[in-house]
């Protein structure tokens, strides 16, 4: 990444642009091209693209970025999302397969990568549950975003590495649904109505106010932009949270949980 950087910061100023003129070429922040010349974020291949384009590098950074190493446990269809998430000040997600990453304590995300297949090995296990604890921390900011859950009451039946670390992890469900700024609330069972039958999904407000939309499948993610696009699942979620219990009756279901386990 450093080395990809390197070239890109080559090619720019051989090519009389500066960091903000760049970024206001493609609508990105100054911010942005300097974190990716400093080698801290990934270049993607559709920037990488347009950057040969402009800088008329012929395809010297999309040849670059092919023959990266693959030594990134975070697969690169799933970067784009992270580094977003990051900047992200408002976040919504509505998931109905298993706990929300921001909300896993340890030994659930060591339950849930050890249910992957094919399967990890244990170093790389441990890479990931690392890897997810310190995505944890945006809720922990000083200026935390302004973040909200809706998870289905399956999710909450299933006892992914045993009890005790099902009770650990509603445990941690119920701290987290006393902090200020995070709202969570249950979908529950038996509803006669389901506005999110299609599957989890995330919603991103950027500094800049932009919306975005996130969906994960088997075998890769969808980072949406398109307003079309945001604004369906838009109204899906706010659907959602008519459906789920409010807070406080979301709050009552988690200690019913937490005693009953």
Same mark, same amino acid.
């Given at each position: 990444?450093?080395?990809?950087?390197?070239?890109?910061?080559t090619f720019?100023e051989?090519?009389?642009h500066?960091q903000?003129s760049?970024?206001?070429h493609?609508?990105?922040?100054?911010?942005?091209i300097a974190?990716?010349?400093?080698?801290?974020r990934?270049?993607?291949p559709?920037?990488a693209d347009?950057?040969?384009?402009l800088l008329?590098t012929k395809?010297?950074l999309t040849a670059?970025?092919?023959h990266m190493?693959?030594v990134?446990l975070?697969?690169?269809?799933a970067?784009?999302? #992270?580094? %977003?998430?990051r900047? *992200?000040?408002?976040?919504?997600?509505y998931?109905? @397969?298993?706990? /929300?990453g921001?909300?896993q304590t340890?030994?659930?995300?060591?339950a849930?990568?050890?249910?992957?297949v094919?399967?990890?090995?244990?170093d790389?296990i441990?890479?990931?549950?690392?890897?997810?604890?310190?995505r944890?921390?945006?809720?922990?900011r000083?200026?935390?975003?302004?973040?909200s859950f809706?998870?289905?009451e399956?999710?909450?039946?299933d006892?992914?590495g045993?009890?005790?670390?099902y009770?650990?992890?509603?445990?941690?469900l119920r701290e987290?649904?006393?902090v200020p700024?995070?709202?969570?609330?249950?979908l529950? #069972?038996? %509803?006669?109505?389901? *506005?999110?039958?299609?599957?989890?999904f995330v919603l @991103?407000?950027? /500094?800049?106010?932009?919306r975005?939309?996130?969906?994960?499948?088997?075998?890769?993610?969808?980072l949406?932009a398109?307003p079309?696009?945001?604004?369906?699942?838009?109204?899906?979620?706010?659907?959602l949270?008519?459906?789920?219990?409010n807070?406080e009756d979301?709050?009552?279901?988690?200690?019913r949980?937490?005693?009953e386990a």
């Open positions: 990444m450093k080395m990809v950087g390197a070239l890109l910061a720019r051989a090519a009389g500066t903000r760049l970024g206001e493609f609508v990105v922040s100054e911010q942005q974190s990716i010349e400093q080698g801290r990934p270049l993607k559709d920037l347009q950057l040969d384009d008329d395809g010297a670059a970025l092919a190493p693959e990134d975070v697969p690169l269809w970067e784009e999302y #992270l580094d %977003r998430e900047e *992200a000040i408002a976040i919504s997600v998931d109905s @397969l298993a706990v /929300p921001q909300l340890e030994a659930y995300a060591r849930v990568f050890r249910s992957r094919p399967v990890y090995d244990e790389e441990e890479q990931l549950v690392a890897t997810r604890m310190e944890q921390e945006i809720l922990h000083k200026v935390p975003p302004t973040t809706v998870l289905w399956a999710l909450l039946k006892r992914l045993g009890t005790e670390v009770i650990e992890q509603v445990r941690k987290y649904a006393d700024g995070v709202s969570i609330q249950v529950p #069972l038996g %509803r006669s109505s389901h *506005a999110g039958l299609d599957g989890p @991103l407000e950027t /500094p800049e106010h932009q975005l939309a996130y969906m994960e499948t088997q075998r890769g993610s969808h949406i398109d079309d696009g945001v604004g369906i699942l838009t109204q899906k979620y706010a659907m949270r008519t459906q789920a219990l807070t979301s709050r009552a279901l988690l200690d949980l937490r005693g």
